[in-house]
């Protein structure tokens, strides 16, 4: 693995079903965060970690749950799709806070909601 | 509230100089950052400005004034490969970490 990744790339799912949407860094990074980009709007924080262990909310955390038992991995998981989930989906992360220090984003997943 | 703005579109030549603007209203600033992002793809780093002036790395400058809330990002020589979305992103200096981006401006570069 070199720096970010994400799983899946992309997803069509059914309403009402549950998705884990992973994201995995080896950069040994403390923070990290998930966005949702939709035209028009932007980049909005869903949630982040400052480091292993803790959780904090963003602008759009509704709908939306993240862990991060190991410095490694912050999935993402929908209880319960809505349409209006659809999105693209990135990860990022940066070493400590986002102060001076520039976050590094996966690919993106892709995920539409029926 | 927070708000970012930045202008939707902006078109330029090849070679040529073009200035994209963002101004933002923050409760509380902890830096302003500029990414890149071309179509499909993730955002990548471009600069950051805590303080006020300008900062040049390479073809790309930004630079920003804290007391008026406003930074641009200065890309000289443009090439066909500037095409892209340029993300003005603010962090907030809230006790958290997080980040406010604008919308994003879409820059298109025509021979």
């Known amino acids: 693995i070199a720096g970010i990744t994400q799983a899946p790339t992309s997803q069509i799912l059914a309403a009402g079903r549950r998705m884990t949407l992973r994201c995995t860094q080896d950069m040994r990074h403390n923070a990290m965060y998930w966005y949702r980009q939709d035209l028009g709007l932007g980049l909005r924080l869903i949630h982040y970690?400052?480091?292993?262990?803790?959780?904090g909310k963003g602008e759009v955390p509704d709908g939306y749950s993240v862990s991060r038992a190991n410095t490694d991995d912050f999935p993402l998981t929908l209880a319960s799709a809505v349409p209006s989930q659809t999105s693209v989906y990135f990860c990022?992360?940066?070493?400590?806070?986002?102060?001076?220090?520039?976050?590094?984003f996966g690919p993106g997943t892709r995920l539409t909601v029926l | 509230g927070q708000n970012i703005d930045q202008p939707t579109e902006m078109t330029a030549t090849e070679g040529a100089i073009v200035q994209i603007n963002c101004t933002y209203q923050?409760?509380?600033?902890?830096?302003l950052f500029w990414y890149q992002q071309h179509a499909g793809e993730a955002p990548t780093f471009l600069s950051y400005?805590?303080?006020?002036g300008l900062e040049e790395k390479g073809r790309f400058s930004s630079f920003l004034s804290r007391s008026k809330g406003y930074s641009y990002l200065l890309l000289k020589e443009l090439q066909m490969k500037d095409s892209a979305s340029y993300l003005c992103a603010v962090t907030l200096n809230t006790g958290g970490f997080k980040t406010i981006f604008g919308a994003g401006t879409r820059l298109f570069v025509k021979a």
């Open positions: 923050t409760s509380g600033f902890n830096g």
């Open positions: 970690s400052n480091t292993a262990g803790t959780t």
């Open positions: 990022a992360s940066s070493d400590s806070g986002p102060g001076s220090n520039e976050q590094f």
């Open positions: 400005n805590v303080l006020d």
